[in-house]
């Protein structure tokens, strides 16, 4: 077992997403983790890893592309 701490995306491709892109594999992830906890428990997971990942909050919209 290595001692290097992971410090980007593990995924291909990952550091080249646009910050857009890199939300919406946030959101993605925090729905798959985090679904059956509540909106307001998934918008503070989202929230911290927004922060922990440096993606940047997005102006409103309809929420779908």
Request: net charge negative; aromatic share 0%; no cysteine.
């Given at each position: ?30 729905d798959?983790?985090?679904?059956d ?29």
């Amino acid at each position: 077992m290595s001692d290097n701490e992971q410090t980007e995306p593990v995924m291909d491709g990952a550091t080249e997403a646009t910050n857009h892109e890199k939300l919406q594999g946030l959101i993605e992830q925090v729905d798959h983790d985090h679904g059956d906890e509540g909106a307001g428990a998934m918008a503070d997971h989202l929230r911290d890893r927004m922060d922990e990942t440096g993606v940047e909050a997005e102006e409103g919209g309809d929420g779908e592309d």
